[in-house]
């Protein structure tokens, strides 16, 4: 079943790219079923999930691949790989309907997004080390074309920087993958074996090298300072649904893979830097916020608090496995938030970039300075624009505060001076988001926007489903965190 | 005379024979019937190859002048394939030209050659197998008698080829005064109490040598030439046929090698990572997609020598290294077979907006360069994999680390091709060749798709393989 929700969007997207007659309308149609598929089969998977269960690993689904190797097309799930998957489909399902100017080919469009989806949901999915660098490396290739190809501003030029940075990162990620697997006895990339063995655990030398290549590679994709310059072109040169994908999807697989790889299976190591790791990650808070404040461009900032919301994750992950065999509980906290923090951040700055996308529909240009009094005009607009905003700030009720707030009480009991320091991060994201609401929807109209239409019903519908979620989450967690929990138990070792 | 294990080369020689045969007597408007023939020939030698490696045993032949093992067996089948893929792109590139038919022919003779280097365990086989590759080659090249370029082609090859072939007999000969034997078996035997200055002075030339047919340092200038001036179809096969004759010749002789007299790894590591490099770094600016896929195939021959390196530390090595020759030679087919369709346009102003004109050529030239940068799941990855698991496992991380940071230079100047094909405006018309180049280079893409995807049945039976002798 899960083998089926990573092939059907799969089998969509080769279905479109051959299918030349297909007319917007078609391929639209096409896109929605083959995205609703794998989210619909999550969602069943949700529920056959099995809590307390003793294997990390469930409903796994094998086929050998390359067996002298130890390589298997293999999938399974289990806490926190489902609930980022289930965000994931979600986002493809929103991100196929939002509008978006298709220049003459959605035949294409559609397609690469379906690619993508088929190619994130297996990197979440999977429970193969080998088939994890494969769908990293993929969505490399998804989102250039993507870039490149539907892209407004110089899309040619940030859709290379993309594809080469994130390249070198996956490559020197599948140095440290190799560096794992040539430490495992008898050798196999499957995860579970793999995390069971942990190799290299007598090793410091070599383990600590693996783990650094690990970190940069997954850094690089998260993004965390200072390896993050790749993606503030990236994302305004994109297309409005292409940067819900890029920041609601493809950063998440830094992070998840962090979770996966270094943390899970170089434990020793791990724990041994997980205090540089947690520096790292509050300069990427403080810096990311103090930099999104500057721009004034809308999709900039928002691609910076994207710098900002990843570093919490990544502060989660880093307390987390900070001391391994004691504080249990808070570390759980932390992993548990550094998870939510995922899902919430995939739902709020996928329906950020998603209103910047309707911005530039109407307006075709980012530049903050150039909109104002939109709230009478747009109320809609405004409505929804003011829910993303103070979920992405932290607000007790929304699903961004459930997250950081479980990563920062655990991260207090293990770094307390690292999680003050972060704290002045969600001080200053607040500032610059009230900011934003001000000088969009407040003040005097400009004559040229008196005719600024509100949203569609697509658009409604599109970012109602995401911020309803955002909503729930944020006043009745516990169908999330139960799963999510399920996870992050045996991570932590409890 | 045990025969039976050399029928695969037996059938190609007289292939080749019947061809020119066929050649001069068929009228200049019937002288493609020669493909097929070719592809005949191809296909039985494949077929007795495939014999051979099933019902016998590894074991050397001919006085030990000949070794017949697994290796043997995928080199065997890598070169026929690639042929009969070169062989397809031929035809309506070649239909007006006089000496069509001789061209299958020169063609199956220098398949031949890459095939004795392939399985040569004494020396003079390997001389005998890379003069028959150097000379066909050369014929090759200059096919276009009538074309400035491709004689200049051809004389550029025939240049550097000829110090080469030099340096390998003199590397040759120095080996036979040191160890007093040919064979590599009783060679191996005779090193120990060789002198030390002679062998590596020998060892050295005979790399030279070899390093010619490879297109690596320091032989490697006629690589871009040839891609940008012979006959593309001609280009297509000289810059992925030799090389595999080649990269297994030096992989068998360096094996018999004794490391403690002959740092040989080292010396293979530093060329390789010199190689990649100044491939790469001239490939960056080229405005001529041929000279491109030249320097290109240069880069890509300091990959495959990373296998060499870890030969004997790693018993991924083997398996890396055909695992490696199958990618680049289906992939390097796959993009001179997109060239060769579009009847040899070269700028790369002039691949512009091809996704539109010709969304196919264009899906076939995205699947060649993603597999020669290592992207999965195709070939290419599957290659990388193995070579980067096995130099690791070799103890040389710091050339696979030299080889990733090759690997992301490299993909910029494939996507300074691929780019614009897929964001650039149609141009007017893009005229194409006909069918059988087209077919030609999707059968070399399919086959980067297949490999990738089902690579394990691929080097199953080569893990840990003897390298005989």
Same mark, same amino acid.
């Given at each position: ?79 926190? $790989? %489902? =609930?980022?998957? !289930?965000?994931?489909?979600? &986002?493809?399902?929103?991100?196929? @309907?939002? +509008?978006?100017? /298709? ?104 383990? $600590? %090298? =693996?783990?650094? !290549?690990?970190?940069?590679? &997954?850094?690089?994709?998260?993004? @965390?300072? +200072?390896?993050? /310059? ?265 | ?469």
């Amino acid at each position: 079943m899960l083998t089926a929700a990573v092939l059907v969007p799969l089998v969509g997207a080769i279905a479109l790219a051959l299918w030349p007659r297909a007319s917007e309308r078609t391929a639209r149609g096409v896109g929605v079923v083959t995205t609703l598929v794998p989210l619909v089969l999550l969602i069943v998977t949700w529920g056959r999930f099995e809590a307390g269960a003793s294997d990390p690993f469930q409903l796994v689904e094998r086929i050998e691949w390359i067996p002298q190797l130890g390589a298997s097309f293999a999938f399974g799930v289990d806490g926190i $790989g %489902l =609930a980022v998957a !289930a965000t994931a489909a979600l &986002l493809f399902v929103v991100a196929v @309907v939002y +509008p978006a100017d /298709t220049r003459g080919r959605p035949r294409q469009y559609v397609a690469w997004f379906l690619f993508l989806d088929a190619v994130s949901l297996g990197l979440f999915l999977t429970v193969d080390l080998l088939l994890f660098y494969v769908f990293f490396d993929l969505s490399l290739v998804g989102m250039y074309f993507l870039i490149s190809s539907w892209g407004h501003g110089d899309p040619k030029r940030a859709a290379l920087k993309f594809f080469l940075y994130t390249l070198a990162g996956s490559l020197v990620m599948l140095l440290g993958v190799l560096a794992i697997y040539l430490g495992t006895e008898p050798r196999t990339f499957d995860m579970a074996e793999v995390i069971a063995q942990q190799p290299l655990a007598g090793e410091a030398t070599r383990a $600590g %090298l =693996a783990l650094l !290549a690990l970190m940069i590679g &997954l850094g690089i994709k998260s993004p @965390v300072v +200072p390896f993050h /310059t790749w993606l503030p072109p990236a994302h305004v040169d994109a297309p409005g649904p292409a940067s819900t994908i890029l920041a609601g999807v493809l950063l998440k697989m830094g992070t998840f893979g962090m979770i996966r790889l270094p943390y899970a299976m170089l434990r020793d190591s791990f724990q041994r830097w997980a205090f540089v790791i947690a520096v790292v990650a509050v300069i990427s808070i403080v810096y990311g916020a103090l930099v999104a404040f500057g721009q004034r461009d809308l999709k900039r900032r928002i691609a910076y608090t994207s710098v900002n919301h990843m570093g919490y994750t990544v502060l989660g992950v880093a307390a987390a496995g900070a001391l391994i065999g004691g504080d249990e509980a808070a570390r759980e906290l932390a992993l548990t938030g550094a998870t939510v923090e995922m899902v919430a951040h995939g739902l709020i700055t996928g329906a950020l970039f998603l209103i910047a996308g309707s911005f530039w529909q109407r307006g075709g240009e980012y530049d903050l300075d150039a909109y104002g009094g939109l709230a009478g005009q747009a109320p809609k607009l405004a409505g929804a624009t003011t829910i993303a905003a103070f979920a992405s700030l932290g607000l007790p009720g929304l699903a961004g505060f459930v997250a950081e707030f479980h990563v920062f009480v655990g991260t207090f009991s293990v770094f307390p001076v690292l999680a003050a320091v972060g704290l002045l991060g969600i001080l200053i994201t607040a500032a610059l988001f009230l900011q934003v609401l001000q000088e969009l929807f407040l003040g005097d109209l400009p004559d040229r926007w008196r005719g600024f239409p509100d949203l569609v019903p697509r658009e409604v519908s599109a970012l109602g489903v995401l911020l309803a979620l955002t909503v729930l989450i944020g006043v009745w967690p516990g169908w999330l965190l139960d799963v999510v929990r399920d996870g992050t138990a045996w991570l932590v070792g409890s | 005379m045990p025969v039976e294990h050399v029928v695969p080369e037996i059938a190609v020689v007289i292939g080749a024979a019947v061809v020119l045969v066929v050649a001069m007597f068929t009228r200049r408007a019937r002288q493609w019937v020669n493909a097929p023939l070719a592809l005949l020939t191809l296909a039985a030698a494949a077929g007795f190859t495939i014999d051979v490696a099933i019902n016998g045993s590894p074991l050397t032949t001919m006085h030990a002048s000949w070794a017949v093992d697994p290796v043997t067996h995928a080199a065997r089948l890598t070169i026929l394939g690639a042929t009969a893929i070169a062989v397809v792109l031929a035809p309506e590139w070649l239909r007006r030209d006089p000496r069509h038919g001789e061209y299958y022919g020169v063609l199956l003779l220098s398949a031949l050659g890459a095939m004795l280097m392939a399985g040569a365990a004494d020396t003079m086989e390997l001389v005998l197998g890379l003069l028959l590759a150097s000379i066909t080659g050369y014929t090759l090249a200059a096919y276009h008698r009538g074309s400035a370029a491709s004689v200049e082609a051809g004389m550029k090859f025939f240049l550097v080829g000829g110090l080469a072939n030099v340096a390998l007999i003199t590397g040759v000969v120095l080996l036979f005064g040191v160890t007093g034997t040919t064979g590599y078996e009783h060679a191996a035997m005779a090193l120990d109490g060789a002198s030390r200055p002679v062998l590596v002075t020998a060892v050295t030339l005979i790399t030279v040598g070899l390093a010619f047919e490879l297109g690596a340092i320091p032989a490697h200038t006629w690589m871009p030439d040839v891609a940008e001036g012979a006959p593309a179809p001609a280009a297509a096969f000289l810059t992925v046929v030799p090389k595999i004759g080649a990269l297994v010749g030096l992989a068998r002789l360096l094996s018999i090698l004794p490391e403690p007299q002959v740092g040989w790894r080292p010396l293979v590591a530093v060329i390789a990572v010199m190689t990649m490099t100044l491939g790469n770094l001239a490939a960056l600016w080229q405005d001529d997609v041929r000279r491109l896929l030249g320097w290109s195939s240069v880069s890509q021959s300091g990959y495959g020598l990373m296998a060499i390196v870890a030969i004997g530390h790693s018993d991924r090595a083997i398996p890396a290294l055909i695992t490696f020759l199958i990618a680049y030679a289906l992939a390097n087919l796959a993009a001179f077979g997109v060239v060769v369709e579009l009847r040899g346009r070269t700028a790369i102003a002039d691949y512009d907006g091809l996704a539109r004109a010709r969304p196919w050529l264009a899906a076939v030239l995205v699947v060649a360069f993603l597999s020669l940068v290592g992207i999965p799941p195709l070939a290419g990855f599957v290659a990388k994999l193995e070579l980067f698991t096995a130099t690791i496992d070799a103890g040389y991380a710091w050339l696979a680390i030299a080889a990733v940071l090759n690997t992301v230079v490299s993909l910029f100047y494939y996507l300074r091709v691929l780019g614009p094909a897929y964001t650039a405006e149609a141009p007017r018309a893009v005229p194409v060749l006909g069918r059988w180049a087209g077919i030609g280079a999707g059968v070399a893409a399919a086959g980067l798709l297949t490999v990738g995807l089902l690579a394990g049945p691929v080097s199953r039976g080569l893990e840990g393989a003897p390298l005989l002798p």
